[in-house]
Structures are given as C-alpha cells and as structure tokens.
C-alpha cells in the first residue's frame, strides 16, 4: 500500500488549507462508517462506537463524549500504529478519563473561580477543578452520549454528532443546540467542524482533547517530538493555572516554538509558569488570529517514525498540554501505564477565561448568531 503523504505548499497559511495540499497517494473515497456495540453505562445507556477509513486513515469514534477511541495512521515504512492515547473499556472513559479524545464544551479549558457576568448577570458554574471550572464542568460535554448520524459526501466519509444542553446545565444559560462534524477527507485529513446556536446570551469555547504521541500510543514519552507553533505570544498563568490578563512575548522563555525544537528542549528549565503547570499547560497567542478559513499553526513530528501532524485552524488559541498529570495509574488501549509526558494536547480555541477578560477575544454567543470553527489534522510520513 503507498503512503498517504502529500507536499505542503509554500503559501498555505494565506491560500487556505485546501489550495495546500497535493497528494502522492492514491485519493479514493472511503466507506461508509461502521457501528458496533462498545459498551454500556451504569443506567444502561449503550455506547456504539463508529470505525471509519479513509485516504490512509483509519478513525474510531465514541458516542459517549464524541472520544477518538483510536486513531491509527502509517510511518515512513507505512507500518499503522494507533496515535491517540485513550482506553480499550467504557468504564474506564467514565471513571478515570483525563479527557482522552473528547468534545470539549461547553467551556473548554478553565474559568476561574466558575464565575463570570454577562450583561449585568453574574452566572456561577459547576466547579471541578479547584476553585475552577475546568471544560464545562463536572459533566461537560465530555461526559455526555451524542446523537451521531453517519454520512458520506462525494469521496469524503464522516460523522455528524448532536448534543442539546439545556439552559442551566452546569450553570451555564441558555438552551445549546451543538453539531460537531468529524470528516475524514479522500487526502486522510481528520478535520472538525463545531456549531452552535443558543436561546440565550452565553458564552461557548469547544474543542477536541486528543492525547497525541505519533511514535504509537504506548511507545513512551513524546520529548523527542519536534514541534513548531507559529504564535509570537502566550498567556502566563497563576498558580490556579488562569491566565493574568497578560499576553506574554515567548521570546528568550521555554515557551517560543516558533522555531522547531523538540519538547523536551526545555520543559526542565526552572520557570516559574512551568512550575506552575508542571510542565507546558498555556495557551498560544497564535499570530494569525482569528480566521474565517483554517490557516497552519502547528507542525507535531516524531522523527523515528516520521509521522508528522499539521495543524490548521480558524481559532484564534491554541493550548500545549505536555500531559503533566499523567501519572502512572491509567492502562491505555496498547495494555501499557501511561506515564507523564507520555502523550500532549493541542487544542485549538478561544483563550481560556476569556469571560473574565475583556480584552482577550469574546466567546460570548447571543441568539440568532451562529458559532462556528474549524480545525483540520493533515498526516504525512
């Protein structure tokens, strides 16, 4: 089988992503998604998980939470592995889940203290991080069973989930209808298209929290991954991991990958925002800002492998979670104990607590308005 490798073009971040790319593979449609029965919950509830392939890419979906269970593409020698750290068991993604694969909504990341006013309103939120809300609550949209309904659409195949979050859920108002579409293209993109619509002034910031390691999910640490973010900015933290209100120069800090250098170049150096997070857990001011089409931002590489993950969006953020909390106590899918460092996040999105600060990029969402974003993951070897 050849790979599914495809030149980046000079130029991608102002032409668009699909004007980008050009593939060496053969691009053939795929098939139509698979179900199967994965589990059940407590109450009863089944959880179906839905396999897709497509373009080289082979993509496996939960309805619970809308986890990417696994997510499996080819090394240079175009040899599969699974690159997505999660679990092989329902019960584990409901009692011990550090957010592996999942829809992140309503809120993702923190908000601090689980407050925030919104026209003249103060709303207090489901607190479960400290003194924090961290991704929308003690169930968020992680936590929750989506309506997923199947499509294929010329030579792209994908999934289209629903969720409904009434007004007051985890203290957030109004009534969220949510759609969030995962596609994977004839190319083997996986790209994510969130919307939604409210009833009543909110506040919305979704995203996806897979846990990368492009050496296999059970391989060991991803120090050695070689990882460039085009964001000149970040967003320091307090010791509650909130941002200050800062937008910080990464300039001459651990946190500048603007230039290529692997993970582990510098997250032993005694910072105070690395002391605070344990590690990278901070938001990128990415340069580009807000866009209506997805630009590049990120370039993820394993270099025994050659697996390279590139990532465009049209979210003004993007959050580098070193995956610091990881600590030994989780098997993942490979039947291997996840480690810190063993797995990291980026999770394009709005800043985080940004109802809090005025002047970071408003997540506020009014009836009649539609939220939209996309982000798209492009694989080569």
Known sequence: MELNRRTLLAGAAAAGVTAA??????ATGGNRPVKSLFGKLADGTKVY?????????RLKVLSYGGIVQSLEIPDRRGRYTNVSLGFDNIEDYVSSSPYFGAL?????????????????????????????????GAKGFDKVVWDVEPFTRGSDVGLHLHYTSVDGEMGYPG??????????????????????????????????HVYWNLAGESSGTIYDHELSIAGSRYTPVDSGLIPTGELAKVAGTPFD????????????????QLLYGKGIDHNWVLD?????????VATL???????????????PGLQFYSGNFLDGTLVGTGGSVYRQGDGLCLETQHFPDSPNHPSFPSTTLRPGQTYRTTTVHSFSA
């Open 288 to 296: 580009k800002g807000g866009t209506d089409r997805p630009q590049w």
């Open 21 to 26: 790319l050009s593939s060496t593979a053969h």
């Open 49 to 57: 998980r839905w396999s897709l392939e497509n373009g080289g890419t």
């Open 104 to 136: 992140i909504g309503r809120y993702g990341n923190r908000i601090g203290k689980g407050r925030f006013t919104l026209d003249g309103k103060t709303y207090q939120l489901s607190v479960n991080d400290g003194e924090n809300s961290l991704h929308g």
């Open 257 to 272: 990958f603007r230039r290529t250098k692997t993970v582990g170049e510098d997250i032993r150096v005694p910072h105070q």
């Open 175 to 208: 009534t969220l209808r949510t759609k969030v579409t995962y596609t994977l293209t004839r190319h083997g993109d996986w790209r994510i298209d969130y919307e939604a619509t409210t009833d009543k002034a909110t506040v919305v910031n979704l995203t996806n």
């Open 301 to 315: 590489r394993d270099p025994s492998s050659g697996r390279t993950l590139k990532i465009a969006t049209t979210e």
